[in-house]
């Protein structure tokens, strides 16, 4: 069976790709069924992590064996081959990006493909004390660093042994080196959702800072946990309004990334609320993602994937693969199906990447 075969019959009436941008690509992306442009490509780097955080996975995790995983040389082929399809933005994640060997020679490949405008990367920060400088040499844009509370025994019943000093330590090396600074916390009922949430949003008054706050998604092995800990964007809000006054909403509303921006009065940072439950955006969504073991997934709350890989493995030539990624796109789900009880159960937070 063929490539084309697999296809639906829309995308396989499309010419196969030749030249630059792919044919059925449009400068800026991969048009799916439902009128979206998808132009912005989440990329795990690996499937292990240095934390256990309770909301991501559980405790006894077990890490693909690395020959399942893409190489470097892999990883640069398919980002390549989504820069000629018409993606523009690249973000690193993982598990925890900063454990694969070699990060800011990668960001630093990238940086010269044609059509990739930015790089940006979220992390837990542990290792930013000594990577930042480098990645930032090496023309990553942003980070994005996940802190869930600054008390050092609550941050450590979240990500069961971190140590907040480290974290800390990332933020200020990231301050330090130019780049602009993201704050991402997990909202977990009964860990961080009272005091903690109001100490981030505290940080925003004297810091340039955006710190965002993160419903927590339910995911397969782990759902029942995370289903049981959800606070919902209304809820936090009017939490962080009685502790530190108003919160008000900037642009208009209008999302920035997937996350609605508010502010504390006359404070220097904003505050994010990314509410993929509550509020969900997916009429908005631009994404893909391609996990570490090469698989080319449409929604981050659905099980499709298409393995990419294998093909590549094989010896597939850059037009087949890239009529397999578009007419895999073509037939990205619309959104997730939480509200009817519809899990993904596949894979885990941190082997998708968020
Ligand atoms: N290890 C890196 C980190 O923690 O920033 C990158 C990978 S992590 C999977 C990416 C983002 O997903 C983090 O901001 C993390 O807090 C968030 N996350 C993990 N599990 C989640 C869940 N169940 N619901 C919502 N966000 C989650
Ligand atoms: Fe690791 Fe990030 Fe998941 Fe925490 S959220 S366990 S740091 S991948």
């Given at each position: ?110 940086a010269q493909f044609p059509g990739i405008e930015a790089q940006a990367m979220t992390t837990n920060g542990l290792l930013l004390d000594q990577l930042a400088a480098p990645l930032k040499e090496a023309g990553l844009q942003r980070v994005n660093i996940s802190i869930d509370s600054l008390d050092p025994q609550k941050f450590r ?151 990419l890989l294998t093909p590549l493995r094989a010896g597939a030539a850059a037009p087949d693969l890239e009529a397999l990624i578009r007419a895999n796109i073509w037939d990205k789900p619309w959104g997730h199906g939480l509200e009817q009880n519809q899990f993904a159960t596949n894979r885990t937070m941190s082997e998708i990447g968020?």
């Amino acid at each position: 069976m063929s490539i084309r075969d697999t296809m639906n019959p829309v995308a396989r009436r499309l010419p196969l790709a030749g030249g630059r941008p792919a044919a059925g690509a449009t400068a800026s992306g991969v048009q799916d069924r439902f009128g979206r442009t998808i132009n912005y490509l989440r990329v795990s780097l690996t499937d292990m992590c240095n934390l256990r955080c309770v909301y991501c996975m559980p405790a006894d995790m077990k890490f693909r064996p690395p020959a399942e995983l893409m190489q470097d040389a892999e990883l640069l082929r398919l980002i390549e081959l989504f820069g000629a399809l018409g993606f523009r933005k690249i973000r690193y994640t993982g598990g925890e990006p900063t454990l694969r060997d070699n990060l800011p020679g990668l960001v630093c490949r990238v940086a010269q493909f044609p059509g990739i405008e930015a790089q940006a990367m979220t992390t837990n920060g542990l290792l930013l004390d000594q990577l930042a400088a480098p990645l930032k040499e090496a023309g990553l844009q942003r980070v994005n660093i996940s802190i869930d509370s600054l008390d050092p025994q609550k941050f450590r019943r979240m990500t069961r042994w971190g140590n907040l000093r480290d974290v800390l330590a990332g933020i200020q090396a990231a301050e330090r080196v130019g780049f602009e600074i993201k704050l991402n916390a997990v909202v977990v009922r009964g860990f961080n959702d009272q005091a903690d949430a109001v100490e981030l949003a505290r940080l925003t008054r004297e810091h340039d800072w955006q710190v965002r706050y993160i419903e927590i998604m339910p995911f397969g092995g782990i759902h029942e946990f995370q289903r049981g800990h959800i606070v919902s964007e209304d809820e936090l809000r009017a939490t962080i309004g009685s502790a530190l006054g108003p919160l008000e909403l900037q642009d208009d509303g209008k999302l920035d990334g997937e996350a609605r921006i508010f502010r504390l009065r006359g404070a220097r940072g904003t505050l994010g609320f990314i509410s993929s439950v509550t509020k969900p955006f997916c009429a908005g969504c631009n994404r893909a993602r391609l996990t570490a073991d090469g698989k080319l997934r449409l929604c981050l709350l659905r099980d499709k994937e298409v393995d990419l890989l294998t093909p590549l493995r094989a010896g597939a030539a850059a037009p087949d693969l890239e009529a397999l990624i578009r007419a895999n796109i073509w037939d990205k789900p619309w959104g997730h199906g939480l509200e009817q009880n519809q899990f993904a159960t596949n894979r885990t937070m941190s082997e998708i990447g968020g």
